[in-house]
Each structure stands twice: as C-alpha cells, then as structure tokens.
C-alpha cells in the first residue's frame, strides 16, 4: 500500500474518531477514487499515482468553485474550497516561481529544446517533478513563453 494511501486512511479514522463530518467525506472521496483505480486498472497504485489523483481532484474542486462563484452560489464554492484545503494536507510543498523556473530552464537545457515542436520533451522531463509540487498549467505557459 503506498504511503499516501495509509495516510489518507490513517486520516480518515481519526475524521470518523473527532465526529469531524466535513473531513470525513473529503477522505472518503479520496479513498474512493484510488479504490477504482484499483479495481478499474487492477493495480496497487504507487505514490505518484496517488498524487497525481489528489492534483485532479484538487483541479475539479477549483473548477467547481469558479463555477458555483459565477452562479451567485458562494456557499457551495466555499465548501469546495473547503475540501481543496483538506485535499492540500496530503501534498508535498509547494514550488516557489523561481524553484520552477529554475526546473523549467535545467529540463529545457537537459533536452536541447530549441521552439515549441520540443515542448513535449521538456513537459515529460518536467511533470514528474512538478506533480503536486506546482500547477502543472502555470509551468506549461511559462515553457511555452521560454520556447517562444
């Protein structure tokens, strides 16, 4: 089982222990979609894979908020923004600008990226280091504008 897992299960006992409703469905949410994972895919995913799940879920629940803000529903963006902090705990921490710009400048050095036909070279070198570090969809644009 990898260590995110047992993390987030850990987690969710301790939620259902401290009565703590909110929290509980975050874990539950969580555990959920790494169990069809698992049965979909018939795999014990591994720690990047949980990570990159959490990144996801972390994305929808971002996107739902703006959505439910554009509504006039405040109340539903603030749960989802409630649920992106539970989320957040289990993340490694976060890259500043110029730690990514510095991952950005070795990966397109590292690759000989000359314009955007490599951006896939560098984008490969660059996601499994950024993933659940940094948002994926900032670092895209800066390579973009780097390879412009």
């Known amino acids: 089982m990898s260590a995110l897992k047992e993390q987030l299960t850990a987690a969710m006992k301790d939620a259902m222990r401290a009565k703590e409703k909110a929290r ?28 990159a799940l959490l990144d996801k879920l972390i994305k929808q629940r ?7 803000r554009d509504a006039g529903r405040p109340e539903l963006a ?22 990514v710009d510095a991952l ?15 951006m896939g070279k560098v984008m490969g070198i660059l996601k499994p280091q950024l993933q659940g570090r940094a948002d994926m969809g900032a670092a895209s644009g800066k390579v973009r504008a780097k390879l412009n």
């Open 78 to 99: 603030e749960t989802e923004e409630a649920e992106i902090v539970v989320l957040q705990e289990f993340l490694p921490t976060q890259l500043s600008d110029a730690e």
């Open 62 to 68: 971002k996107d739902s908020a703006t959505q439910y």
């Open 24 to 51: 509980l469905g975050v874990f539950r949410m969580a555990l959920s979609a790494i169990k069809q994972i698992e049965v979909d895919e018939r795999i014990e995913p591994d720690d990047a894979r949980v990570l």
């Open 104 to 118: 950005i400048d070795d990966a397109i050095s590292q690759t000989g990226a000359a314009g955007m036909q490599d």
